[in-house]
């Protein structure tokens, strides 16, 4: 996709304070995402120290500007408490920010629970939804490919998993263009006798859907081409991925002594860089939170100012694409099927 | 472990029409197996079949022999049925075998669902289990992680799942070499309080236990050493090991391309060869049916030669540690902790 190089520029809100290396890493990436893409960015966060990182750039005639709250909302604290008790922390200030309006897309690589808990509760969610999700994908050998959800719900519902697969075939379908997405339930066979309880109550429910539904696929169809977006619950997702994190890491000191026989350090160097980046695509692109009524895009809390960059990136396609409302078409076209075929 | 060389041999029945290449495959990788194992090896299976395999090997001298049997269970049988219909089905005359004692151990690349039927039926489980599971390590970037179970039970009870960890643990113990093996439940976050329903509701009863129990690990925690045994029920367990196999067989054509720009063919076969088998340890070496009362070592379908010998290899290994007997006083100790306390 082309984003657009003139006319309006993308207004994105950044909380500044997220992640393992905010704001210093937050802000160097929001100044390479100015020069790199056309927006401008809000930084929401603590004043002093978010300006403190800015002034070692130059961005005289850039469009950025700060935005003060106070405190932060951390890994471990419990989602709802602490955005009840933190009422002027980053996410919540940056959250209200895209809610009013002044901001066409919110990007956070903070506490994924108190990001997608501060969006259920100002943005809201989509018709017909209990839950967001997260959603994307995941890995570099495979980067058609859709898994959804990747980690916030551990218990499903068959009729959420359904909703699920509806926002992952309609990121494929306009984010990765492709035009009919095939969508296939994660499971341990290909037959439909074939799962746990909850994916075997599932698959009817798949099948009466509008979803180009392709049935059961297993573990290694991400790797063959057999769907474009694979449905699971956020237990099984988020152990995949941060299984597939933890194998690229593991794999490059493993190729490291393999290759150091043949090759020199400078190219080995450089193919376990380019392999770490193939399985560790969410900490390069970010992923949109689906479901909520709202741009919003989540990074991994490890990321760095090319992942904040390239989150930015995300937010940008997914505003010029019209991602949410057609996401949120297409639940209505699953929650309302007559309606729509007449 | 060193397999004694001399005395009495170990004796293997094997399954010789099990898998995608039975019995071309199984006679040759029982042949090799013959000149690397102190073993004697019975090959049950279609006699001429057989016995036209075995004519292309000098065996002179060899402790191989081939017995009758009619008929194969194949992958897209229900287990169950086709055990009934096909009595004399070579899984099942091979599994006779091991219980009436003329054999010390059985291996099997056939069927899993047919194998692992054969053996709760003729062989019984262990006291305290009502399924048995599959453990092991399965990937080589860490060998000394066991998984289990790696993929027969898919809705798993939280005792259930103490009773793979107790199983793991005595592999671990026993197999491995490793004196207070950890055990990990497998979930989406280290805290208590993290997972789905059946890991919130097992949390508690593995702590009670007397394992080893170090509380919830991530999925990148194959590769961080905080675990020896990871335990999770089948579903996740089997998407674990297909995905990784997949993943395994696209980064071969992916390094090709990589490597391919910096080294000669030769060398980026070698190193592609070896990549592939850290991600594939089962098809290497199989692994041991936990929870039943008999050694029965369990491969890949796709098993070729190697894999066979391997998995053989694998079962002497369990007969001379005396694995069986050791999961089972494992188990004991599970459910009668009082007893054995004293």
């Not at 989509?126 to 959800?149: I, N, S, Y």
């Amino acid at each position: 996709m082309q984003e657009k190089t003139n006319g309006t520029p993308n207004r994105i809100v950044l909380d500044a304070m997220g992640g393992d290396f905010g704001p210093a890493e937050t802000v160097k990436g929001a100044v390479q995402a100015i020069n790199l893409h056309n927006v401008e960015i809000a930084l929401v966060g603590d004043q002093k120290e978010v300006e403190l990182e800015l002034s070692k750039y130059d961005i005289r005639g850039s469009r950025i500007s700060v935005v003060a709250s106070e405190g932060k909302i951390g890994d471990h604290e419990h989602p709802i408490t602490a955005l009840r008790q933190k009422r002027d922390s980053s996410i919540l200030v940056a959250t209200k920010i895209l809610k009013s309006g002044q901001a066409d897309a919110l990007v956070s690589v903070g506490s994924t629970g108190a990001s997608m808990a501060s969006a259920v509760m100002v943005l809201g969610l989509m018709e017909g939804l209990d839950r967001p999700c997260l959603g994307g994908p995941f890995l570099g050998l495979c980067p058609r490919t859709v898994l959804v959800d990747m980690g916030s719900n551990v218990d499903c519902r068959p009729s959420l998993l359904v909703s699920f697969g509806a926002l992952g075939s309609a990121f494929s379908k306009y984010f990765l263009g492709i035009p009919e997405p095939r969508v296939g339930l994660l499971s341990v066979g290909s037959e439909e006798a074939k799962g746990n309880r909850s994916v075997q109550e599932s698959f009817q429910l798949f099948q009466e859907s509008h979803l180009n539904f392709v049935g059961n696929v297993e573990g290694m169809d991400f790797f063959t081409d057999r769907a474009d977006v694979i449905v699971c619950d956020g237990f099984v997702g988020n152990i995949l991925l941060k299984f597939t994190e933890g194998l690229g890491s593991a794999i490059g000191p493993y190729m490291y002594k393999q290759l150091g026989q043949y090759l020199p350090e400078n190219d080995v160097a450089k193919i376990i860089e380019d392999l770490w980046q193939t399985t560790n695509l969410p900490r390069t692109m970010g992923g949109p939170l689906f479901g909520v009524n709202g741009a919003v895009i989540l990074g991994h809390g490890s990321s760095t100012a090319e992942g904040i960059c390239g989150a930015v990136g995300t937010a940008v396609q997914y505003v010029e694409l019209g991602l949410m409302e057609n996401m949120r078409a297409e639940l209505e076209r699953l929650h309302n099927p007559t309606e729509l075929k007449v």
